[in-house]
């Protein structure tokens, strides 16, 4: 039971690249999401998933589009890179309809740490 | 409308000494309450989690959170802290759907 994994670790994209950030939870949760940290603050959320085929804007979508074609899966793309998106970025994920538990906390993965120049 | 508010952006406590994080909510159904850590450079870990059946609530590495509703609190505590324990602390409130709510963080500082 690996959890939640992201890949890559880190990464450094020039101005107007773009990247997709990947997420893969092997917990069946219907939940996900994708949050972004700027140094020393506190989580931002960008986009969540309730379950496969269906997304929503968070917080601060702007920039960003994601998908979740599978349960397992929820990529984030970045387009046109822009030094506002020097972040590091989590995912997290949470509920597996499969267990009886009333109060479902979120599993984070261990990040991306993306800079762009 | 679910709000949570963590009283203290910074806490210093000497290594020994008890550590209090504050933090308060509010929230229209029964809430989920949780405390994660962030160590530095690190994802963030579920420390513990409030979930009804008990209002303290124990976790991992010594620490402990009361849940006061008529306080609207979730207050984090441990005895006597330790300089590993120096992280960010975040307070997430939920109403147990698919919605979390987290505070903007306290980061604790461990003197020697």
């Known amino acids: 039971n690996a959890g939640v994994t992201q890949t890559p670790k880190f990464r450094i994209l020039k101005i107007g690249q773009s990247m997709t950030l990947q997420c893969t939870q092997d917990m069946n949760h219907n939940y996900m999401y994708w949050y972004r940290q700027d140094p020393g603050m506190g989580l931002k959320l960008i986009y969540y998933s309730v379950g496969a085929g269906i997304t929503d804007k968070g917080e601060v979508p702007n920039g960003y589009n994601v998908s979740r074609s599978t349960t397992e899966d929820f990529p984030l793309r970045l387009e046109l890179a822009a030094p506002s998106q020097t972040s590091v970025y989590f995912c997290?994920?949470?509920?597996?309809?499969?267990?009886?538990?009333?109060?479902?906390?979120?599993?984070f993965g261990p990040g991306t740490r993306l800079t762009v120049l | 409308a679910q709000s949570v508010t963590q009283l203290d952006s910074h806490v210093s406590v000497s290594e020994g000494t008890p550590v209090l994080l504050r933090c308060n909510y509010s929230?229209?159904?029964?809430?989920?309450l949780f405390w994660y850590v962030q160590h530095p450079n690190k994802g963030l870990q579920l420390l513990l989690k409030y979930t009804s059946a008990a209002t303290l609530v124990k976790g991992i590495n010594g620490f402990e959170a009361e849940f006061k509703k008529s306080e609207t609190s979730f207050h984090l505590t441990k005895p006597s802290a330790h300089m590993s324990d120096a992280a960010e602390y975040f307070c997430v409130v939920s109403s147990g759907t698919y919605k979390y709510i987290f505070g903007t963080g306290t980061r604790l500082k461990v003197l020697a």
């Open positions: 929230s229209s159904y029964s809430p989920s």
């Open positions: 997290a994920s949470s509920w597996n309809p499969l267990e009886d538990k009333p109060y479902n906390e979120q599993f």
